[in-house]
C-alpha cells in the first residue's frame, strides 16, 4: 500500500466514506484549504486520487487496500503495534532484490506478526561499491517476546512502538523474552570468539567498553 503522511492519513479515511471537495475536508478535519490542497496536489502526482467536478475520490486500488487494511485491524488479536525500518545492502543489485524478497516474504510468514505494510525504497549504489535499499514496515507482534525475536533476527535500525501507549508485561512473557535475548547475545558471542584472534577480541572488547 501507499505511504501516506498523516494528514493524507486522514484525507484517506474521509475520501473512504465518499466523494468530497476541498471545502468539505477542510471543514471536516479543521485543517486549512491551502494545507488541504497541497496534500491533494501530491496524491494526484502518485495516482493515489482523481478529481472531478472539484470532488475528490480514492483510486479503486487505494479503497480495496484501505478495507482491507481495515479488515485485518479488526480482526488482528495482538495489541503491540510498531513501525521499523531495517537496511539493507549487497555487493550485487541483484542479489540485494532477492534478499529484499526473500525477507519480505519471511516476515509474512511469521505467525506472531501481522504485517499491515511494506515499504522498499528504491536500492541506491553507495561510494564504498555496495547496494542499499530500506525496507519500512507497519505490523503489530503477538507479545514482548516476539518483540525481542523481531529485533534479533531481523535486525531493524529502528523501531517505533506506536501503539500501546501503556504496556502490561506478564512476568513470564518478560521472563521468556529476556531468556531469548541472553541465549541470542551468548550464541552470537561465542560465534564472534571462533572466528575472531584473541588480540581482535581484545581489540572489539576495548571498543565497546571505551
Known sequence: MAKFSDRQKKIAVELLNGNKTVQELSQILKIHED???DSLNLMK??????EKNEKFSLS???VKDLKNRQNLMEQDPFDIRISAIIEMQA??????QKTVNDLEKAIK?????TVYSTNVDEVKELDTGYYSTLIDLNLTLKDFRSLIYFIYFYGPSSVEILRPNELKIKADDLQEGLMDALEMIHKYNNYVSKIL??????KLMKKIYK
Do not use: A, C, P, W
Not at 45 to 50: F, N
Open 60 to 62: 479503486e486500488k487505494i
Open 35 to 37: 494545507d488541504i490542497k
Open 45 to 50: 502526482e502518485l495516482k493515489l486520487v482523481s
Open 91 to 96: 555487493v550485487e543489485k541483484d542479489l540485494l
Open 109 to 113: 510468514k511469521e505467525k506472531r506478526f
Open 197 to 202: 584472534s584473541k588480540e581482535d577480541v581484545e
